[in-house]
């Protein structure tokens, strides 16, 4: 299935996966979102409908959605031309999610068409050194390296298996279960499409057993030219004090070298999960930003 130009959108759907995460994959940056399981798994929360930016494949794509009353677009690989982009301004509330590869070579010429461009704190990726988070050196990490020991020390018969189609019954008896806990739904549907898909949509990940049960997994891909890996999803059972940590460093180490960042995407504007991505001492951020008309 091909995607149409714009101005034709189509929703997002399976069928265009083989048009979609070539051209997402090549984008430097390291967006979260910008990937085609990123946008496939949240189709339906965000109502995506997908067209092309220009008729060569340089240009990407153009998404647009809506989150509760306000509409907005993604273009995640090239801006749009002055005519596209004033039509898309029109047509929609803001430009999300501009990266920087994508902003900085047309921003002073689109500043002067009246767009005004912000930070989008909140939506920023945490970007982190694999080699520090499967190491944990120094005394910054020295409470992270203290949950893990008491971890260790209390569940030593513990396995670390790598995600495959045979496991994701042990994922999902996981993922059950940490919606019961949490007493919320969250991301339960796209975490859940997730693992059902996974061979599908090429992701990687692994489920931690204790004793013979599955307690945690976690699940992401690799993105920004193969030299980032994102996690999309990190769940666990209650009540394994140290868990993350565990699961957090021991995926780390696992990970192939040529994975020289982490992404563990945002924090959208939750104080406690800033206090918590900061505490690991993230190495950078993927900058996003917001564009409106004046």
């Known amino acids: 299935m091909s995607v149409p130009c714009y101005p034709d959108f189509i929703p997002l759907n399976l069928a265009l996966r083989d048009s979609l995460h070539p051209r997402l994959s090549l984008t430097p940056d390291g967006v979260s979102e910008f990937?085609?399981?990123?946008?496939?798994?949240?189709?339906?929360k965000y109502k995506y409908l997908i067209s092309r930016n220009g008729?060569?494949?340089?240009?990407?794509?153009?998404i647009s959605g809506k989150q509760g009353d306000k509409s907005f677009f993604f273009t995640p690989c090239r801006a749009p031309d002055p005519e596209t982009l004033e039509s898309l301004l029109a047509a929609?509330?803001?430009?999300?999610?501009?990266?920087?590869?994508?902003?900085?070579?047309?921003?002073?010429?689109?500043?002067?068409?009246?767009?005004?461009?912000?930070?989008?704190?909140?939506?920023?990726?945490?970007?982190?050194?694999r080699k520090d988070l499967a190491e944990l050196h120094g005394k910054k990490y020295h409470k992270k390296k203290n949950h893990i020991n008491n971890?260790?020390?209390?569940?030593?018969?513990?396995?670390?298996?790598?995600?495959?189609?045979?496991?994701?019954p042990a994922a999902i008896e996981i993922l059950d279960q940490w919606r019961k806990d949490k007493v919320e739904d969250g991301d339960y549907k796209?975490?859940?499409?997730?693992?059902?898909?996974?061979?599908?949509?090429?992701?990687?990940?692994?489920?931690?057993?204790?004793?013979?049960?599955?307690?945690a997994y976690c699940l992401g891909e690799s993105?920004?030219?193969?030299?980032?890996?994102?996690?999309?999803?990190?769940?666990?059972?209650?009540?394994?004090?140290?868990?993350?940590?565990?699961?957090?460093?021991?995926?780390?180490?696992?990970?192939?070298?040529?994975?020289?960042?982490?992404?563990?995407?945002?924090?959208?504007?939750?104080?406690?999960?800033?206090?918590?991505?900061?505490?690991?001492?993230?190495?950078?951020?993927?900058?996003?930003?917001?564009g409106r008309i004046t």
């Open 151 to 168: 971890f260790l020390q209390t569940y030593p018969n513990y396995e670390y298996r790598p995600m495959s189609t045979e496991l994701v």
């Open 35 to 44: 990937t085609f399981s990123g946008l496939y798994l949240f189709r339906n």
């Open 55 to 62: 008729r060569d494949e340089e240009g990407g794509f153009i």
């Open 190 to 215: 796209a975490a859940r499409e997730a693992l059902n898909l996974f061979d599908t949509l090429s992701l990687r990940g692994a489920v931690f057993f204790v004793d013979g049960s599955p307690v």
């Open 92 to 129: 929609h509330d803001y430009w999300k999610n501009i990266s920087e590869s994508v902003l900085f070579p047309v921003r002073e010429k689109l500043e002067e068409r009246g767009i005004i461009f912000t930070e989008d704190r909140d939506n920023f990726d945490y970007l982190y050194y």
């Open 223 to 290: 993105i920004a030219r193969g030299k980032m890996f994102a996690v999309h999803f990190e769940k666990a059972i209650g009540g394994y004090k140290g868990i993350y940590q565990f699961v957090n460093k021991t995926f780390a180490e696992k990970l192939p070298s040529f994975f020289t960042l982490i992404n563990r995407e945002q924090d959208l504007g939750n104080e406690g999960l800033r206090q918590a991505k900061m505490t690991y001492r993230p190495c950078a951020f993927v900058r996003k930003y917001t």
